[in-house]
């Protein structure tokens, strides 16, 4: 089994594991702080062929095996660059690695509205986590943004383009669970736009899946519209019993009443089962659940107790690693 260390904590994985497999692997089983795994847009376990396409999770390879310990010339996507016996990655420990994601971040910020005010996602929003994390205070972009106008797709789900980093999990999620796409990608360059084929509506027992797996508030649930702020809800892990799917949900509550039901998510922001649409929509009254208990939030929620205390201290650490490479850099001038 080769070994991988990252940012200085190693572990021995099976061939074939990537590196950014290896450093979840890492942060579960406790042996490193869930702060140094690499962030990841569209990457998703349960979607084959998923990831490569948003580039956030790039790492520098300082070493890239025993056989070979010659670094890698460029930073590599971790969701696909598989890992070798010796190799040696810096994630959260290279300057120059984090100033590179930090233009990633820039690029995906470009056409993205500022509208965390009113969008549905904010409070669970990925690309509100990566911004705060690894993106720049302000933005250099002088140009229109793209706009696109909101549309129904389906009777349960809205779609606003303007929101869609184009990660393509809704696409995979859709080809890959259910029994029939009928949306994708259109278009190409910054003219790409996810949408229906014509006249075509989502429709099926596993779409609102879609919603689940969009990183950003691109693609919402219409029954829980600006009904409530996620942060004022309280989620509940429940189950019943279904024929469709696994019937394991979460359940989010205002008082005794169900706002919404969503599919569990892992650590990491991953769906745990898919589950269908009569466990999203139709039931909605909190006789129809057996209610678990209160569900455990992890970081990637402001629910989470003291979440903003830990990305404050996150944000301090990345701002000292940029002051260290700004000196070196003045450093090299000067001696040049």
Not at 16 to 24: E, H
Not at 121 to 139: I, P, R, V
Not at 239 to 245: F, Q
Request: charged letters at 30%; one cysteine or more; a neutral charge.
């Amino acid at each position: 089994m080769p070994k991988v260390t990252i940012d200085g904590f190693s572990i021995d994985v099976p061939e074939g594991t990537t590196i950014l497999q290896a450093s979840r692997i890492l942060a579960t089983e406790g042996k490193m702080p869930d702060a140094h795994v690499p962030p990841a847009m569209c990457y998703y376990t349960k979607l084959k062929t998923s990831g490569g396409y948003c580039r956030t999770c790039i790492v520098k390879v300082s070493k890239g095996s025993e056989k070979d310990p010659r670094p890698m010339p460029k930073p590599v996507p971790s969701c696909r660059q598989t890992v070798m016996d010796g190799m040696e990655v810096q994630n959260l420990t290279a300057p120059d690695l984090l100033e590179a994601r930090a233009g990633v971040v820039e690029f995906l910020l470009i056409n993205h509205p500022l509208d965390c005010p009113i969008c549905d996602q904010a409070g669970e929003c990925h690309l509100q986590d990566l911004s705060y994390e690894n993106g720049n205070a302000g933005t250099r972009y002088e140009f229109a943004r793209r706009t696109f106008d909101m549309i129904d797709i389906g009777d349960k789900i809205k779609l606003h383009m303007n929101r869609c980093i184009l990660c393509y999990r809704c696409v995979k999620t859709a080809e890959q669970i259910t029994d029939g796409r009928v949306h994708g990608v259109i278009s190409r360059g910054d003219h790409a736009e996810i949408s229906t084929y014509i006249e075509q509506a989502i429709d099926n027992d596993f779409s609102g899946n879609v919603i689940d797996v969009c990183p950003v508030g691109a693609l919402t649930d219409r029954t829980f519209r600006f009904k409530s702020r996620v942060w004022f809800t309280k989620p509940m892990d429940a189950h019943r019993k279904c024929d469709k799917c696994c019937g394991k949900t979460a359940v989010w509550l205002s008082g005794n009443d169900v706002l919404r039901v969503t599919a569990r998510k892992d650590k990491f922001g991953e769906v745990e089962d898919w589950i269908c649409n009569e466990c999203r929509y139709d039931k909605k009254q909190i006789g129809d659940w057996t209610i678990e208990g209160p569900r455990k939030i992890e970081r990637h929620s402001v629910i989470s107790q003291n979440h903003y205390e830990s990305l404050r201290q996150l944000k301090v650490d990345i701002s000292n690693q940029k002051k260290l490479l700004e000196v070196a850099h003045v450093a090299d001038i000067k001696q040049n």
